[in-house]
């Protein structure tokens, strides 16, 4: 898969949103079918 522009910056972003601000979790996956995104953040 070619990469995409801005990739590292937007892989930053996620990280710091989800697990140091919402103490969540995140896997992203991109392969022949697609993008898969998973996100768990505490309800409270």
């Not at 590292?8 to 992203?28: D, H, P, Y």
């Not at 996956?29 to 768990?40: N, S």
């Amino acid at each position: 898969m070619p990469k995409v522009e801005g990739a590292v910056f937007n892989s930053r972003l996620l990280r710091q949103t989800i697990e140091r601000s919402l103490r969540g979790a995140f896997t992203r996956t991109i392969d022949a079918e697609g993008l898969r995104f998973e996100m768990v953040v505490s309800a409270r």
